[in-house]
T-cell receptor, first 116, second 113 residues
Framework: AQSVTQLDSHVSVSEGTPVLLRCNYS??????LFWYVQHPNKGLQLLLK??????LVKGINGFEAEFKKSETSFHLTKPSAHMSDAAEYFC??????????????FGRGTQLTVWP | GAGVSQSPSNKVTEKGKDVELRCDPI?????LYWYRQSLGQGLEFLIY????????KSGLPSDRFSAERTGGSVSTLTIQRTQQEDSAVYLC???????????FGPGTRLTVT
């Protein structure tokens, strides 16, 4: 069975400081992992994905995430937060890939607030 | 190119009425998914269509919910005899057979009064 736990429902940082959003997953198979972002009243946008290639994954807007199988973690980081990063972030897991990607399992989300 | 589109963007309906929500996936995408986003339940999977295979309906919360996909493209999610707990944002996504990600539409916000 698949599941995702986002360890913080809210994270607040000052502009220019690092961002860390934590995610742990549970999967019976070698998973595909994603981070999606949702800005207020906007749709879900893919930030980055891990699909069994390099364990350090770089995404859009300076975000990156590291897949750690031993810790079953996929934490999202950014060296320097920007005001425009304020949004809700979802960690997502799927068992499949490509044509068998299948359904996604979402974490409950982390609301990121960025203070000026 | 065009992304996933959904209509209507907002729908207000009275309890007990039926509603239909529409999704147009990205052209060439063979897989189509419906999810629901609500405050209490977060993002939940509803149903998944992959090509000509039988759909995975395992996420539908009750038999009042159904979906079809015509011609391998457009999909309609139907909710019969709506209840207040059906109020949520209904999201549609599609994916290609060669990619790894699902592309989401803007959603339909359903309010049942």
């Amino acid at each position: 069975a698949q599941s995702v736990t986002q360890l913080d429902s809210h994270v607040s940082v000052s502009e220019g400081t690092p961002v860390l959003l934590r995610c742990n997953y549970s999967s019976s198979y070698s998973p595909s992992l994603f981070w999606y972002v949702q800005h207020p009243n906007k749709g879900l946008q893919l930030l980055l994905k891990y699909t069994s290639a390099a364990t350090l994954v770089k995404g859009i807007n300076g975000f990156e995430a590291e897949f750690k199988k031993s810790e079953t973690s996929f934490h999202l980081t950014k060296p320097s937060a920007h005001m425009s990063d304020a949004a809700e972030y979802f960690c997502v897991v799927s068992e499949g890939r490509g044509s068998t990607l299948g359904r996604l399992y979402f974490g409950r989300g982390t609301q990121l607030t960025v203070w000026p | 190119g065009a992304g996933v589109s959904q209509s209507p963007s907002n729908k207000v309906t009275e309890k007990g009425k039926d509603v239909e929500l529409r999704c147009d996936p990205i052209s060439g995408h063979t897989a189509l998914y419906w999810y629901r986003q609500s405050l209490g339940q977060g993002l939940e999977f509803l149903i998944y269509f992959q090509g000509n295979s039988a759909p995975d309906k395992s996420g539908l919360p009750s038999d009042r919910f159904s979906a079809e996909r015509t011609g391998g493209s457009v999909s309609t999610l139907t909710i019969q005899r709506t209840q207040q707990e059906d109020s949520a944002v209904y999201l549609c996504a599609s994916s290609s057979p060669y990619g790894y990600e699902q592309y989401f539409g803007p959603g339909t916000r359903l309010t049942v009064t």
